[in-house]
Structure formats: structure tokens, C-alpha cells
């Protein structure tokens, strides 16, 4: 039996893969990122979309406030059989070796938890606003360094909206808009600065969500230029934009150590002589 036949994709063509696209990632702009579409074999993904469960299908983790309006998943035992072995597999040995000759960042380490990761789902008129994500797993204690978003929409149309956006690090423009079609996966590296998400409202109609599986990988330790404080998600207003904020349990210390990076808040609490805190 040929052991490669195994794997959703064979080792060694993950490898090719990888060595095909790592020069245009490392060179990406606004931050080091690569799409890439039919990833998987189709029917692989299909058979996923079949268990994918509807918006009222499983005790979803809900989100609805002015910087987001989404669902995802909590817990790996709410995934149908077939997912959660596609999960494990972008978990596994095989796959984080792509993952490190694609993006050069050796180490990487799966998140068994799912911590935040797994299934995500945006209904009609949800969004997730620009931001930069959490940067340590609360759990294991490592270094947030990738994501990969895997989008599972068959023909999605243009008009539908829900682009990933991926701005610039002083939020003056949007470099890059990804539409989320079947089988389309986005890989990019997670900093303080690596602005992304889809900021505007799901536009589709009635009854079609937009759906994807969402990926993260660590390291225990990250390069010295990308060290700051633990923080987690940081949202940032577009130019024009204004968040409109949820007045239940609407904290406004939160929203501002959510919205202001760790590097100026250390700032600020020294001008002001307060003690040194933790975004």
C-alpha cells in the first residue's frame, strides 16, 4: 500500500508546494501571507460541508458586539467524524512541515484546544472588524505565529461580499482582498501589525452563511522585534470608520485596551506613572 495515499495530500506534494510558494510569501505585502486555491480534493472538503452544522445546529460560541457578529465553534466533540479527522490532519506531523518550508518559521506546535480555531460561521450581515490577533494561547502558554483560514462557500458570488482584507500596518490602506471560495486557503503570519478580517456586513442571501475552518500554530518564543506585551484581539477603526459599541456590558477601560496597541499603552502608563499592565 502506498503510504502517501494516507494523507488528504501526499507528503511530498505538500513539500513541492511549499518550496513553489515560499519566496511569494516571505515577500507579500502588507505582511507575509499567501492564498492559494484547490488546496484539497474537493470531495474531501464536500464531505465536510455535508457535517458542517447550520447556525442553530450546535451550541455555537456567539459573538455580537460593534467589533464583531460571528460563530464558532467550542468544543472539537460538536465536529462530525469527518472534520475532526481533517482537523487532526492539519495538526499532524506532516502538515506543520509544509507549514515551516512555506513560511520559514521552524518550531510550529498545533493547538490541540482549538483555542478560538475550528469552525467559523457569519450569517447574513455579520462581520469581524480589522484587527490583530491575540498573541498568546492562554492554555499553553506559546506564541501565536500563523493562522490558515480554509473558506468551504461553493459558488459564492462577488456581490455576497465577506472578503478577508489584510491592511497596512499604519491602517492607511487595504492591500489585499481575498473572496472566500470553496476550497481557497489563506495562510498568513500573526504579529502585533498583521491587520486583517472581513470589516463590512455579509451581504448573501437568506439561508447561505459564510463558512470556514480556522487553523492557528505556535511557537514557544518568537523573534525579538515581534515581542510585546500578551494582548488579546486588537481591533482597529478603518479610515472614517466608527465602531458602534453594544451598551450591555460595555466596558470602555476594555474597548480601549482592545483598540490601542500594547507597545503605547505600556507608553501612556509610564508618562502617567502608573505600573507596567498586561494589554
Not at 489584510?166 to 486557503?185: A, H, Q
Not at 492557528?216 to 515581534?226: I, K, L, Q, V, W
Not at 466596558?251 to 506613572?273: E, H, N, T, W, Y
Amino acid at each position: 500500500m502506498d503510504r502517501s495515499s494516507t494523507y488528504t495530500v501526499a507528503p511530498d506534494v505538500l513539500l513541492e508546494r511549499a518550496r513553489a510558494h515560499r519566496e511569494r510569501y516571505a515577500n507579500a505585502e502588507p505582511f507575509p501571507h499567501v492564498v492559494i486555491d484547490d488546496f484539497f480534493p474537493p470531495e474531501v472538503l464536500d464531505s465536510i460541508l455535508e457535517e458542517f452544522p447550520n447556525p442553530d445546529g450546535i451550541d455555537w460560541q456567539k459573538f455580537d458586539a460593534g467589533t464583531e457578529k460571528k460563530l464558532a465553534s467550542k468544543l472539537e466533540s460538536q465536529l462530525g467524524e469527518r472534520t475532526r479527522r481533517f482537523i487532526w490532519g492539519l495538526n499532524s506531523q506532516v502538515f506543520l512541515n509544509y507549514l515551516e518550508t512555506l513560511t520559514g518559521i521552524e518550531g510550529l506546535i498545533p493547538d490541540p484546544h482549538l483555542f478560538g480555531g475550528g469552525l467559523h460561521q457569519i450569517v447574513p450581515g455579520g462581520f469581524l472588524k480589522v484587527h490583530a490577533d491575540f498573541n498568546r494561547h492562554e492554555k499553553l502558554n506559546l506564541d501565536r505565529r500563523l493562522n490558515l483560514l480554509l473558506y468551504l462557500n461553493r459558488d459564492w458570488k462577488e456581490e455576497y461580499g465577506g472578503h478577508l482584507q489584510l491592511w497596512t500596518r499604519d491602517m492607511g490602506r487595504c492591500v489585499v482582498k481575498v473572496l472566500p471560495v470553496f476550497n481557497r486557503c489563506v495562510v498568513f503570519s500573526t504579529t502585533d501589525f498583521s491587520y486583517h478580517g472581513h470589516p463590512d456586513p455579509l451581504t448573501c442571501p437568506p439561508g447561505r452563511t459564510r463558512k470556514s475552518i480556522a487553523m492557528y500554530y505556535y511557537t514557544n518564543g518568537r523573534p525579538a522585534e515581534e515581542l510585546s506585551g500578551e494582548h488579546s484581539t486588537l481591533f482597529r477603526q478603518r479610515p472614517g470608520e466608527i465602531f458602534v459599541r453594544k451598551e450591555k456590558g460595555f466596558s470602555a477601560r476594555q474597548f480601549v485596551k482592545d483598540c490601542i496597541p500594547p507597545v503605547l499603552l505600556k507608553l501612556s502608563r509610564k508618562v502617567r506613572g502608573a505600573p507596567s499592565e498586561q494589554a
